[in-house]
């Protein structure tokens, strides 16, 4: 039997994280920019008109857990959230690996992100839904900067699993899909390099999100 769509009507969604949800939403595509957020709304729209959800995307372009953690209360918590949306991680690993005088290590991805997890769990009746970092590439064998972060990605992949059984949220595993996607695929069909997907990659980071919630 299907699983029934989980947001309710009238119910608000707050996306938020790094440039993958951002996408543009504080210029020329205010206010949902033009990536996943937009488009699962939309279709969310054209499945359930009568739902009237209220969408609000407040990601950040070069965001990590720790720029997170200083605007938490006024882009999530202050809009009294029912689901609160959350995909961060790959400028953490790209800071770990490539910034050792300003890195965000998987012990302080994990420590932080926890802290904000348990914070809207404490401060509003939100539910959560945790998206995968991802990269989309399969050069894993060639010592270039590409093989260097997917060899890393798997320590923060662990940590959101941990955080998504411990905060029970629904989890997108938005890697799995996109590197399911490359074995049919160039990686070109999704993005133009391997972090910011082109619309291709944002439809299936919107399919997986709306799968994990019944859509």
């Known amino acids: 039997m299907p699983m029934a769509f989980a947001v309710q009507p009238k119910q608000t969604v707050v996306f938020t994280g790094d440039s993958i949800t951002d996408c543009g939403r504080r210029a020329d595509h205010y206010p949902l920019g033009d990536g996943y957020v937009r488009m699962a709304s939309e279709l969310i729209v054209a499945r359930y008109p009568n739902h009237r959800v209220n969408v609000i995307n407040t990601g950040i372009g070069g965001n990590t857990v720790l720029e997170l953690n200083d605007r938490w209360t006024d882009d999530v918590i202050r809009h009294k959230p029912d689901w609160v949306s959350v995909k961060i991680g790959i400028n953490d690993l790209h800071r770990w ?94 993005c133009p390099e391997p972090v910011h997907p082109h619309a291709a990659g944002h439809m299936v980071i919107a399919h997986g999100w709306l799968k994990a919630m019944g859509w």
């Open 97 to 190: 690996v490539f910034d050792r005088e300003a890195p965000v290590t998987p012990d302080i991805y994990l420590e932080t992100y926890d802290r904000l997890l348990s914070r809207v769990r404490a401060e509003t009746k939100a539910r959560l839904i945790l998206v995968d970092p991802f990269y989309i590439s399969t050069d894993r064998g060639s010592g270039s900067t590409r093989s260097l972060v997917l060899k890393a990605l798997p320590k923060y992949l662990r940590h959101v699993e941990k955080l998504s059984r411990k905060h029970r949220a629904r989890h997108v595993r938005t890697h799995s899909l996109l590197q399911q996607q490359l074995k049919h695929h160039l990686p070109d069909a999704f």
